[in-house]
């Protein structure tokens, strides 16, 4: 007897395509899933490449704008688009789409999971934004059907916090692809369009520019680094609010001719292989996946002790650790890298090899296919 395959017709929801570790992971999902066994179809805002990439490449998008946390029209439209595609499963992503996207799959009666991307909840939040988040999350994670944490950390401060149920949560770690970060043969090009030199020590931080991401921490350390090694340039990809602040900041120090400000870029692959050292001072993470593309590109990488960046760095092997908001210690850790090419060549080693055994994207994507199929052969069969 042959068995015919049928489609799950998948809806991948989150609030903004801007670039970001979401929206990365909703990309390979929606570019690297067997397209035998799912049709993906994704909705979000049109703000930043996502959607145009993906429409490009023959994905079905559904411009949809999420205006809150709590958002009824937008409910609404998803559900539409549910009821009109014929999607079996709405996969949300984030907080705002964790609203919008499980609220829209219970109002068309079909399976719901909602992947954490970091709690809402955050350390930075004050006593009220962090009660309000709480309800917010408790109340995706009660009416999905099954609960992603992209690490460990997210998954047991959801079970400190009582946000989630231990019988439909899980890790799924995020990853990367490997193949796209093997050396570039554009280094010494981007170096020069960086405005480094052929001596110099390229000290870099891909991420948002505000205060988690620690680059704040990093200028404070910068001048201890540069009395050891004048030749060191402290370069920072990407945009946010601290864009302005970070150069008042170099400016203050005296040290603005050792910053570069990249802006947001588009070329990661090639920027990291135009750095030297890959330094991620943030004060709390749930995956970054910068910190997985710069392993992957096998770079000596400086981290925080803090969840998910602790879970993928094993100190002194893979990279370096550091306590978090410790700028004398993220100095020491940073020279000693500079000033060792044996210990950098061989941490950037075991980096990528860790990559590749724990971190692929492709792993990733098969074991959220898997739980796709879980979560809807139920409902076919009582259908």
Known sequence: ?????????????????????AAAHVRALALKMDAERFEVHVACSDEGPLLPDLAAAGVAVHPISIASRFDPRAIAHLARIVRRTGIEIVHAHGT????????????????????VHGWACHPSAGPLVSRMARIAERQITHLADAVIC???????EG????????????????????????????????????????SSKAIGVIGRLTRQKGQRLLLAAAPGILARHPEAIVVLVGAGE??????????????????????????IPDVMAALDVFVLPSYWEAMPLALL??????????????HGSAEVVIDNETGLLVPPGDAPALAAAI?????????????????RMEIRQRFDVHETVQAVGSLYEALVAGRRVRA
Do not use: W
């Open 242 to 267: 601290d864009d302005g602040v970070l150069a008042a900041q170099a400016a203050r120090l005296g040290i603005s001719d050792k910053v570069v400000l990249a802006g947001l870029r588009r070329d």
């Open 96 to 115: 705002r789409a964790g609203l919008a996207g499980v609220g829209a799959a219970r109002v068309a009666r079909v399976a719901s999971l909602y992947t």
């Open 335 to 351: 020279c000693r890298v500079l000033g060792d090419r044996t210990l950098a060549t061989r941490l950037g080693q075991a980096a």
């Open 150 to 156: 992209v690490s460990h950390g997210d998954l047991s």
């Open 159 to 198: 079970f400190r916090q009582s946000l989630v149920n231990p019988a439909r949560s899980r890790v799924i770690a995020d990853g990367v692809d490997p193949a796209i970060f093997d050396a570039s043969s554009r280094r010494e090009e981007k170096r020069r369009e960086l405005g480094l030199g052929p």
């Open 293 to 306: 593309e710069a392993m992957a590109s096998a770079k000596p990488v400086i981290a925080t002790t803090v």
């Open 1 to 21: 007897m042959v068995m015919t395959v049928q489609h799950i017709r998948v809806l991948e929801v989150l609030a903004t395509g801007a670039l970001g570790g």
